[in-house]
């Protein structure tokens, strides 16, 4: 099974999983893990009791919120005990939704075209649009 980890800064994670539970429906193999300010335990103890309830043969990716982050660099200490785990950094939206939307299991390719993908919806509309009324003759 396919098991997707969001980890992030304070609800970040969490807003993401009630998003895209909104758009594709209860997903049982999403979870979300975030450092808070008053957290009692640590993301990493957290994450782990996670990762020992699930089979042996279970995919598992960890998306992070930024690179270099407390979170992204506690994630990365996972990868010691756990080699087979995807850790994958620059979380948003569409990236969770391509991955979420995948049954099959994931492959290199499924994983480099879903973060190609999640790059390309990263745009500056304004400068798109203005771009094409220049090329129109002026007017938005």
């Given at each position: 099974?396919?098991r997707?980890?969001?980890?992030?800064?304070?609800?970040?994670?969490?807003?993401?999983?009630?998003?895209?539970?909104m758009?594709?429906?209860?997903?049982?193999?999403?979870?979300?893990?975030?450092?808070t300010?008053?957290e009692?335990?640590?993301?990493?103890?957290?994450?782990?009791?996670?990762?020992?309830?699930?089979?042996?043969?279970?995919?598992?990716?960890?998306?992070?919120?930024?690179?270099?982050?407390?979170?992204?660099?506690?994630?990365?200490?996972?990868?010691?005990?756990?080699?087979?785990?995807r850790?994958?950094?620059?979380?948003?939206?569409?990236?969770?939704?391509?991955?979420?939307?995948?049954?099959?299991?994931?492959?290199?390719?499924?994983?480099?075209?879903?973060?190609?993908?999640?790059?390309?919806?990263?745009?500056?509309?304004?400068?798109?649009?203005?771009?094409a009324?220049?090329?129109?003759?002026?007017?938005?």
């Open positions: 099974m396919n997707i980890i969001l980890a992030s800064h304070a609800g970040m994670s969490a807003g993401i999983k009630d998003t895209l539970q758009v594709l429906g209860e997903l049982p193999n999403l979870y979300v893990v975030a450092t300010r008053d009692s335990e640590t993301i990493v103890t957290v994450t782990r009791r996670l990762l020992e309830k699930f089979e042996p043969g279970d995919q598992v990716v960890i998306l992070t919120d930024i690179l270099g982050g407390s979170v992204n660099n506690d994630m990365m200490t996972l990868l010691t005990d756990y080699s087979d785990i850790i994958i950094c620059g979380m948003n939206l569409s990236l969770v939704l391509s991955l979420a939307m995948h049954t099959e299991p994931w492959t290199g390719g499924i994983l480099r075209d879903a973060i190609h993908q999640a790059k390309e919806q990263i745009i500056d509309c304004t400068e798109m649009i203005k771009g009324a220049a090329e129109n003759g002026g007017d938005l």
